[in-house]
């Protein structure tokens, strides 16, 4: 066996010098690509299709490749997705990576206070060994954690997943998933047994109705709303949302309810709905079980009641049934305005009882559809070794346990036997003194984590952080004792899962900058260093991963075993899972898969259950002194969470406002003396933070927005939790206002 000084020169190849970004290579001129995103000097020699890296929507790319290197893109007009089109983020998905803050080399802080200072990849591998080993001999094994991300391919979540948890005996692990679909998951497995959601995006196109739930599908999601304007059945588009966002503009109906009373309001619609008759009861006989117990349930959620909650009249909630009971196709839609709340597990179930009541699941056109954030969002839930075992599996249970082992030719002594904590109870833990050490992998949580202020104080308590990224200046880094280089989406090969379970490639089409490293070579590499470089020696590619995760998914829902190499899913233009051996030949006829049309669910009896509890009160109301509600959300189709990547494009910078703002509403505003553009300072219980005012009727009196992607804005937020999903209710705090 080699040493590890000895793999490490067989990975790492001669680092050419970082010179910074060419940027004569993306120069915008009239192009033979189109729109300009090819020099018009450069004659491209090839074209390869691969998926966006930014958000879940999971759209196909051509990549124009000269020398073996990209050198400017086009929208796919074949891949099954987005059919042609992209959004400004997407156009723009190559610019990141010749950013001149890229991180080029390992860097250490020798000693608390001094500076990052560079280092070689050997001398960062023993250090990353030595004071982790070190801290858990101390402390015990559940000392060191990692949070990890929805950013980074299938194959190196389950390396990561597998190497920490497996190999260095970590217990506790998450991703920043956590803050977009946690919510998802659990409603998911509670209700139909796994983690699935049901549809493909052709449904956008297929249904007569479309129902938006804290969704504003044109900014987050803006080529899903592309397939909505598809629509030839002229659908009346619902949208249930507190701010008259820009697609409740463009939506035939907008409920505008008031915020986190959605439990009230979903229960009030379920009960009209059985009273004026508009429940498939054949359905729910032959597919569901608990609905009598829901039937009694939602008895006390009058009209009156509903009003009184929501702020939606009896004569709108009676409008919004009889469009949802005369609809033949009705697709319910929700993501982070329903999964960034207290209670939000149960608000996505109130939907998902919406659907199965009515019988809108398992068609064409139907189902209760969460929509998805990151890019690899749904890669992370099955395979992260986070919310489950590797390939939807449970901790808990022997025979999934012994399974994976293996498939994975380990010792299934080494899995552990729980799932660990979940990302807030990891900051907890280091605030408790529990946790002493944390690997943070593509995130930036001094950023986007609830509460900022008590993020980055858990940093500060650490004995050891490390951050593995792609770029040298996040605020997480900015805290960090050792920094790992890491290539970025576009630098390697792999597999995203999109919102519609479709898997589809990543490729190497640039080299990434200085000696930084594939993640995947990154774990390699440290597995060499750590001593268990044996147990992953059949590791070698990223493809050889996807092997692996085929073999283990055999038997499970998302049962990927049909797909026996990268070459099918290039193509075929991705694959929604499941996939079995059996399955592959119809897709070339047709490659648009749905779940339920059989009326079975992932439930050991093949039903879905009805799931609901009693409403409860937001963590922190408003009262005299804190008199408005923050709401925070996306802000521009042009932004993308932390802006650590989008803001390194001059183009995205220009389509949204430089400073940090609030929205306002005209009635506020006057009340308060306040003229739009003024500089005005916002309060909560953890922070201040001055911001430009936005005077605007787009949220209701009594509340404000701010966009989620400047830093300030989550030293503002509480942080309170979903109690079954542990997802943080971004959603929701009490605020005043200065001016």
């Not at 940027?23 to 074209?47: E, S």
Request: with cysteine.
């Amino acid at each position: 066996m080699s040493t590890p000084s000895h793999f490490l020169k067989q990975l790492i190849p001669p680092v050419r010098q970082w010179q910074g970004p060419k940027t004569d290579r993306l120069v915008r001129k009239p192009g033979k690509f189109g729109l300009g995103q090819v020099p018009a000097n450069v004659v491209p020699d090839a074209t390869t299709t691969m998926v966006c890296g930014f958000c879940a929507t999971g759209c196909g790319l051509n990549i124009h490749m000269k020398e073996n290197e990209a050198v400017g893109l086009t929208p796919a007009t074949e891949y099954p997705v987005n059919l042609g089109m992209a959004c400004p983020k997407g156009w723009e998905a190559l610019t990141p990576l010749q950013a001149k803050d890229r991180a080029t080399a390992p860097l250490l802080r020798e000693q608390r206070g001094g500076q990052l200072e560079e280092v070689d990849w050997d001398r960062a591998m023993v250090v990353f060994c030595e004071r982790i080993k070190e801290i858990q001999a101390k402390h015990g094994k559940e000392s060191v954690a990692f949070l990890s991300t929805g950013q980074i391919v299938a194959e190196e979540m389950a390396f990561l997943g597998a190497l920490s948890k497996f190999g260095m005996g970590m217990k506790h692990g998450d991703g920043n998933t956590r803050q977009c679909m946690a919510t998802a998951v659990v409603a998911y497995k509670q209700s139909f047994g796994f983690d699935s959601p049901p549809y493909t995006y052709q449904d956008f196109e297929e249904s007569d109705v479309i129902v938006l739930i804290g969704s504003n599908l044109c900014i987050a999601h803006p080529i899903m709303w592309q397939r909505v304007e598809r629509n030839p059945h002229n659908p009346e588009i619902v949208v249930i949302d507190p701010r008259k966002t820009e697609t409740a503009v463009a939506a035939t109906q907008h409920y505008p309810i008031a915020p986190k009373s959605d439990l009230v309001f979903f229960y009030g619609l379920a009960r009209l709905l059985l009273e004026k008759g508009y429940v498939d009861h054949k359905f729910i006989a032959a597919h569901c079980e608990h609905f009598d117990e829901f039937e009694k349930h939602i008895a006390q959620f009058t009209p009156d009641e509903v009003e009184k909650r929501s702020g939606i009249s009896i004569a709108q909630l009676d409008q919004l049934a009889e469009t949802i009971g005369a609809g033949k196709r009705v697709s319910f839609w929700w993501t982070m305005g329903v999964n960034q709340g207290h209670e939000a597990v149960r608000t996505a179930q109130a939907i998902i009882n919406i659907a199965l009541m009515t019988g809108n699941i398992g068609r064409p056109g139907t189902g209760a559809n969460s929509i998805t954030g990151q890019c690899n969002a749904m890669g992370s839930r099955l395979f992260s070794n986070t919310t489950n075992l590797l390939g939807g599996h449970d901790f808990s249970n022997q025979a999934d346990r012994e399974k994976v082992a293996e498939a994975l030719a380990m010792n299934p002594e080494l899995i552990p036997t729980e799932t660990g904590w979940a990302y807030d109870q990891i900051i907890e833990g280091i605030h408790a003194g529990k946790i002493k050490a944390l690997w943070v992998v593509a995130t930036n949580g001094s950023h986007s984590w609830i509460h900022q202020e008590q993020y980055r104080e858990a940093m500060e308590k650490l004995d050891f952080l490390v951050v593995q990224d792609m770029y040298a200046t996040t605020e997480t880094v900015e805290q960090a004792d050792l920094l790992l280089p890491a290539a970025g989406w576009g630098e390697k090969d792999g597999v995203f899962i999109n919102s519609e379970r479709r898997i589809g490639l990543v490729k190497k089409v640039a080299k990434a900058p200085g000696s930084a490293l594939s993640d995947f070579n990154i774990f390699r590499l440290i597995a060499q260093y750590w001593g268990c470089g044996e147990m992953f020696s059949r590791w070698s590619s990223p493809e050889h991963v996807f092997r692996i995760l085929t073999k283990i998914s055999q038997g499970q829902p998302c049962d990927i075993s049909g797909i026996d190499s990268y070459r099918t899913l290039d193509e075929l233009g991705g694959i929604q899972w499941p996939c079995r051996p059996e399955d592959v030949e119809g897709l070339t006829q047709d490659n648009q898969r749905r779940l339920f049309s059989d009326g079975r669910f992932f439930h050991a009896n093949g039903r879905a259950k009805f799931l609901f509890s009693d409403p409860v009160e937001v963590a922190e109301p408003t009262d005299d002194e804190f008199p408005f509600i923050l709401l925070t959300g996306r802000g521009s189709s042009a932004q993308w969470h932390t802006q650590t990547r989008t803001k390194k494009s001059a183009v995205l910078r220009k389509l949204y406002p430089q400073s940090i703002y609030v929205e306002v509403h005209p009635e506020d505003a006057e009340k308060l003396g306040i003229e739009p553009n003024d500089t005005i300072t916002v309060h909560s219980r953890r922070a201040e933070v001055t911001v430009t005012a936005m005077v605007t009727p787009t949220v209701q009196p009594g509340q404000l927005f701010m966009p989620m992607h400047y830093a300030k804005t989550n030293q503002l937020t509480k942080a309170s939790f979903d109690p079954f999903s542990r997802q943080p209710s971004y959603k929701f705090c009490a605020v005043r206002v200065v001016r």
